[in-house]
């Protein structure tokens, strides 16, 4: 131990002698710190904001919606409308054994939900088996999601969107069990859909009521019409696969030329999962380089504090070479300033970049609620910390290897 407190003593005199420089260099490390910690924290924050636009929403999910005909086929004009009706879902599970959960949308849009004196106008209104929520998860501030009961006997129940409980019930509180009109239809609140992804299907969920298909189809005379087949792809499936099947499909029972491009269309929301993921992986990658890149500026500088040093100090380790001192003892002492002077430096810029994203998350929270997590990971401190480390190493290299070439005759001579 004593060995170690006298090493400690002439690192730190050895920086205290150098101050100006050790403080300019130290500035080099704990810059490129801050800027390799802050880069990744600031990723890590806009993936998680921007991640949110998809919250709820399954990465292996896909949409198909019939348009309008643009060419004419089998005795059809072009111009046709395509309407899908619920015997499309039953061909698909035949025929497209790559789906996993198939399951219809029905939607009324531009609705108005009163309660009392309050009202909420153009709201969509989204009829859907129980099953959709595996598909769109809802995140249920209150009561609970529709049934199969709800569904078998046509249940007049609603799930309503936050913006629209908000609206109508402003004193805030659990509204189930209250009920709403929409048009002549008066409808039971079972619960509260908080979700707050902002991409959403038929409109943003928090501007939206879900009701039983069945009722749907009564109040509004729909039939069996759908407006959306919603999908998932079976494990191990590309979605992708998955649509184009689906599509292919849906013209031939709908008698559509199979050139067609316009007439059926889909969406892939696994394609803008992976559009995304490659975005952040690429900025990631951007933001690392430019980290790692001031990062070892700030080793270049304290490679040159330590040649300076090493030169300055020609007779004083000229003299312990002389008394006996191995070149491995040399190396160790140099490399230990190096080290420390880079650690201390890092940890420095560690702790204050840690301390700045805890405050822009403090800034980024709204009615007690995180929007995003801004702080580094706790194995990208790990791995930073064995970095610095290893730069300190990498530093103290070409130092070490002027100081023990340096020989003792030679550093009386110069003395």
Not at 2 to 6: G, K, S, V
């Given at each position: 131990m ?5 090493r400690?003593r ?14 300019l ?10 800027m390799?910690?802050?880069l990744?924290?600031?990723?890590n924050?806009?993936q ?12 292996n999910?896909?949409f ?61 209104i ?5 099953e ?20 078998a006997e ?10 629209i409980?908000?609206?109508?019930f ?31 299907v ?5 501007n ?5 298909i069945?009722?749907?189809q ?30 292919d ?33 690429g ?8 980290g790692?890149?001031?990062l070892?500026?700030g080793?270049?500088?304290v ?12 007779t ?16 160790s ?5 190096s ?19 805890g ?22 401190a ?9 730069l300190?190493?990498?530093a ?14 030679d ?5």
């Open positions: 004593r060995f170690d407190i006298d400690f002439e690192i730190a005199d050895t920086l205290r002698r150098n101050k100006s420089r050790t403080i260099t130290g500035f080099g490390v704990f810059w490129g710190i801050f390799l910690l802050a990744l924290g600031s990723s924050g806009v998680g904001l921007l991640g949110m636009n998809f919250e709820g929403f399954a990465s999910s896909t198909v919606m019939g348009q309008t005909t643009s060419k004419p086929y089998k005795g059809f004009k072009r111009g046709r409308s395509i309407q899908f009706k619920l015997k499309d879902l039953d061909v698909i599970r035949n025929q497209v054994p790559e789906a996993d959960i198939v399951t219809p949308l029905v939607g009324a849009w531009g609705k108005s939900v009163v309660y009392d004196t309050y009202s909420f106008s153009s709201a969509s989204n009829g859907v088996y129980p959709y929520a595996k598909i769109e998860t809802p995140e249920m501030t209150y009561g609970r999601f529709i049934n199969d009961i709800d569904v046509g249940n007049k129940v609603c799930v309503i969107g936050k913006k409980c908000n609206s109508l402003p004193g805030g509180g659990d509204p189930c069990g209250k009920f709403v009109k929409i048009g002549s239809v008066y409808y039971e609140v079972i619960g509260v859909n908080g979700a707050a992804g902002d991409i959403h038929n409109g943003g969920g928090d939206s009521v879900t009701i039983p069945t009722l749907v009564k109040v509004y005379n729909r039939g069996n019409d759908i407006d959306l087949i919603c999908m998932t792809a079976k494990p191990g499936i590309r979605v992708s696969v998955l649509m184009n099947k689906v599509i499909v849906m013209r031939r029972e709908h008698y559509v030329s199979p050139e067609d491009k316009q007439a059926i269309m889909g969406m892939n929301v696994e394609s803008l999962f992976t559009i995304m993921n490659n975005i952040f992986t900025v990631d990658i951007l933001f690392l380089l430019v790692i890149g001031t070892l500026a080793a270049i500088g490679s040159n504090i330590m040649m300076v040093t090493v030169k300055e100090r020609t004083e380790i000229g003299i312990r070479r002389a008394i006996g001192a191995t070149p491995k003892m040399i190396l002492q140099i490399i230990s300033e080290i420390t002077l880079t650690m201390l430096a890092g940890m420095l810029g560690m702790v204050f970049t840690v301390v700045l994203l405050m822009v998350e403090l800034a980024m929270t709204k009615n007690g609620v995180l929007m995003a997590h801004f702080q580094v990971g706790f194995w990208q790990v791995l930073t910390l064995i970095g610095l480390t290893a300190g190493v990498i103290g290299l070409a130092p070490a290897s002027r100081a023990m070439a340096i020989k003792p005759v550093a009386m001579r110069e003395e």
